[in-house]
């Protein structure tokens, strides 16, 4: 069965670093594109970034471009999310997600979430 799973959040000070990673089975990982979103209490699930299956493309939300890495490692079924610079904004719980077709249907996959605290 897929599985993802979430790990590496934490408490941290503005200005500080975090990289959660995202342990992934039950699929051939190399061939999906994955993705980090996250969320805080009373607002919408965001989309922080994504990476294509090898990781050659990238993308971020405009609110964490130029702070955030998203990066994987194909051998390790694992994709990880740098966190720099981080702002009390960006605090809220950080979700891996696939997205998997299986009998040309798509499904969300999810992990159970990583709980990333940004504050003085």
Known sequence: QVQLVESGGGLVQPGGSLRPSCAASGFIFSVYAMNWYRQSPGKERELVA??????R???YAESVKGRFTISRDNAK???YLQMNSLKPEDTGVYYCNARISWNNRGYDYW?????VTVSS
């Open 57 to 59: 493309s990238t993308n």
């Open 111 to 115: 992990g159970q979430g990583t709980q």
């Open 77 to 79: 079924n694992t994709v």
């Open 50 to 55: 994504d990476i294509s299956s090898a990781g």
